[in-house]
């Protein structure tokens, strides 16, 4: 797959830090997604970056935006790896290397780890790439600054309520029209699924993915 903006990313199942096999379009709901592939915990850079995120993360709730994290560490680094970063969102661990190698990132200057290119990629519905970073050094990998403004970029391409001061979208409001706004309108999340998803309860909104062969 060629990661450009409006391809789809692969709708992959993989295990998370739980043992959980979790698919990323069940995990991503009706939301915007950050998606971090990362080399792993050995590698500082990760782990910096992870932390930045961590402190981010709490705006990325309230902003309707799922975070989750690939690595081709083990199950047991892999939960090490989100404990000691204090992550709240799911890690999913690609010990085969599914990733690396249906995207082409293998890092080919790491004889010793096999590992995949960092990159950071930003999703909007149904896993449409909108932005990918790729961070082999680190000053490639978005700021959280950065990831606002994509965000929000994002997010004004994606609520069609995004400026409620529209007279018309008022008018619609008034008339009991809810199927242009979030999350009210026809065929949007409840408001229980979206608290869950807020809440990060992936074992309640996401469930358990059977594989497909």
Known sequence: ?????????????????????RRLSDLQGDQLMVVVLTRGFFCPKDRQHMMELVRFHPQLVVGYTQVVTITTDDWHTTNNYRQQTSAPWPFLHDEDRIVQK????????????????????????????????????YWGRPSMAELHGVLRDLARQTYRDWDITEAGLRRKWEAGDRSAFYPYGEGSVSMHELMLEMAGAVDQYAGRAARSD
């Open 1 to 21: 797959m060629d990661l450009q903006p409006g391809a789809t990313f692969p709708d992959y199942i993989l295990p998370d830090h739980t043992r959980t096999p």
């Open 102 to 137: 249906d995207l082409a990132i293998k890092e080919y200057t790491d004889s010793q780890h096999d590992v995949m290119i960092p990159h950071t990629i930003v999703l909007g519905r149904g896993l449409e790439v909108f932005r990918v970073f790729n961070g082999y050094y």
